[in-house]
């Protein structure tokens, strides 16, 4: 089976290890996936991304002309995509840039005018509400009626596009796979002392941007109520933004500045040490909506990847009802109505207090992820879905 995928995302390396195990699964499976030749990641200013073509047996990344170099929507390939198509003719093409994008449309006419008779799929991420005015309400009413399978990263965007009217296979399943080889259950005494972490002591920890959609100041007054507490807890904070302030005046407010080590960044392949000095983590996103001419606006968690990474590494996992988390976690984890802060001081408690439950959801959490979210797990789903629609 040729397999073929375009999207910007893949100009990362790291985030090709799916379609790389995929290329190895089966003897006959090739995939070739095609990458802007010149992108500008959002919000680095003055960055210009030029990915090198690279291949491992079956695998390989072709980066192809394109234009518009920072907006997915708006992306296409220049002719160079033909010359390509012609000499791999796949049989599958799956574009990632949602039901809207200009190159699906392309991907679709060239599979049309080629004659390939490839399975046109493609993967969306959205997961609000919305409604479209011409001309994007025809882009996308072309796009759907040609498309032979969809890849949703989360069930509410699987809803979404069946009520728009898509009757045709959906699979949902996250864009990018977590790495047991690097994600795995591992102590860390020095880096513990480091951090002035006693045995014993419970971590809450919370990796991502400081954002108000994250829920910080939910999970700061939580926290709060667990001031007294005779049993010991710090809260871990990996990473930055712009809520850093607000959030350390909460903490002094709320008289459990001393509890909470701040940790900036860190080397992408540090992260999962960091992971591995937690009891738990936490992701205590809100849902944000808001209207602008009909079309909903605003933001609620299409995924939660750190949940899988802690997960690898045994930690136990607590989350809101934000979107896809209760899906990520179902019985592997804990789960509180957003932006309750009683409810989830009650599962903070729990796991403070419970050292056989965090042990009990560390293992469930881990068996989840080796079982469904590993690039190997995703991969065989991914080869599985492709042999369903090519017969």
Known sequence: MRVLVASHTYIVDLNC???RTLAHLEPDVEVTVVVPRRWKPGGVQNR????QGWQDG?????PVSNFSQNNQGMLTFGLDLVKLLRQFRPQVIQVEQGSKGLAYAELITLNRLLGLKAKNLFFTWWNLPYELKFPVSLLEAYNLHNTDGIVSGNQDGADILRDRGYAGPIRVMPQLGV???RFRPQAQPDLAAQYGIQPGEVVFGFVGRFVAEKG????????????DHPLPWKWLLLGRGPLKAELEARVTE???RDRVIWIESVPHDDVP??????????????????FKTLTAVGWKEQFGHVLIEAMACQVPVIGSDSGEIPHVIQDAGLVFPEGQADALADRLRQLLEQPELRTDLGKRGYALAMEGYTNRALAQQSLDFYRELVG
């Open 17 to 19: 290890e799916k379609f």
């Open 48 to 51: 210009i991304v030029e990915p």
């Open 58 to 62: 079956s695998f390989r990344v072709v």
């Open 179 to 181: 790495d047991e080889s």
């Open 216 to 227: 910080l100041l939910t999970l700061a007054n939580a926290l709060g109520q667990l001031k």
């Open 254 to 256: 709320l008289g459990i």
């Open 273 to 290: 040490r960091y992971i591995n000095l937690m009891s738990t983590l936490v992701l205590p996103s809100e849902t944000t909506y808001g």
